[in-house]
């Protein structure tokens, strides 16, 4: 167990719709990371907060957006749902300063239908 | 850009066999971090080394060792005698220095998948 939670765990909606993911990081981690595991893509960094302030961005689409709230859990929205969107997201999570491992939680797997 | 690439997609071996997966990595940054994480069979994704470019000691922690040679920009892991339990995909990625603008995100190879047969 990495102590990164995400919820939830399996995810089932059609195209068009709306869904939100959920990580809690670390307890005493700072940054948190959101990655796209899809068989066509790999595993795809989108975005990066640190300590509530977007760090860095990746190949993040325009329809998805995440932010990282004051208690330091994140969230990331998609919109607009296509097919394409099935993969597993990944929540990933780090001290940043010092230490640059990133803690993984267990995913959260997206069903586009 | 900074690039990893694991040659190996699938490897297959019988129980107690060494196996040895590739990562080759392109930065153009003089310093970087490069890792191996697994990703056993109920999908998560297992942190298992971090190196630096400055520390080039390759190490053995049990049945686990890693060969780290900046000349050829190598990255190899190995297993020795396996077991079932190793099977799974094993992905090497690098991070280039945290202090960049562009923050410390993780670039991932492709992933070797480990079959260990008893």
């Given at each position: 167990?990495?102590?990164?939670?995400?919820?939830?765990?399996?995810?089932?909606?059609?195209?068009?719709?709306?869904?939100?993911?959920?990580?809690?990081?670390?307890?005493?981690?700072?940054?948190?990371?959101?990655?796209?595991?899809?068989?066509?893509?790999?595993?795809?960094?989108?975005?990066?907060?640190y300590n509530g302030e977007e760090r860095a961005k990746g190949n993040i689409l325009e329809r998805f957006s995440a932010q990282q709230f004051p208690d330091l859990h994140s969230e990331l929205n998609l919109s607009s749902l296509e097919l394409g969107d099935s993969a597993l997201y990944f929540c990933a999570s780090s001290v940043e300063v010092g230490t640059y491992e990133q803690y993984f939680g267990p995913g959260t797997r997206l069903t586009v239908t | 850009?900074?690039?990893?690439?694991?040659?190996?997609?699938?490897?297959?071996?019988?129980?107690?066999?060494?196996?040895?997966?590739?990562?080759?990595?392109?930065?153009?940054?003089?310093?970087?971090?490069?890792f191996w994480y697994k990703q056993p069979p109920s999908g998560e994704l297992v942190f298992l080394i971090r190196r630096n470019s400055f520390d080039e000691q390759n190490e053995i922690s049990g049945r686990y060792s890693w060969n780290f040679q900046k000349s050829t920009?190598?990255?190899?892991?190995?297993?020795?005698?396996?077991q079932v339990v190793d099977s799974a995909v094993y992905f090497c990625a690098l991070s280039e220095s945290p202090y960049k603008a562009a923050g410390n995100k993780l670039t991932f190879g492709g992933g070797t998948r480990v079959l260990v047969k008893p």
């Open positions: 167990d990495s102590g990164v939670t995400q919820t939830p765990k399996h995810l089932i909606t059609a195209t068009g719709q709306r869904v939100t993911l959920r990580c809690s990081p670390r307890s005493g981690d700072l940054s948190v990371y959101w990655y796209q595991q899809s068989l066509d893509q790999g595993l795809q960094f989108l975005i990066q907060y | 850009a900074q690039k990893v690439t694991q040659a190996q997609t699938e490897i297959s071996v019988v129980e107690k066999e060494d196996v040895t997966l590739d990562c080759v990595y392109e930065t153009r940054d003089t310093t970087y971090y490069l920009s190598s990255f190899n892991f190995t297993i020795t005698a396996s």
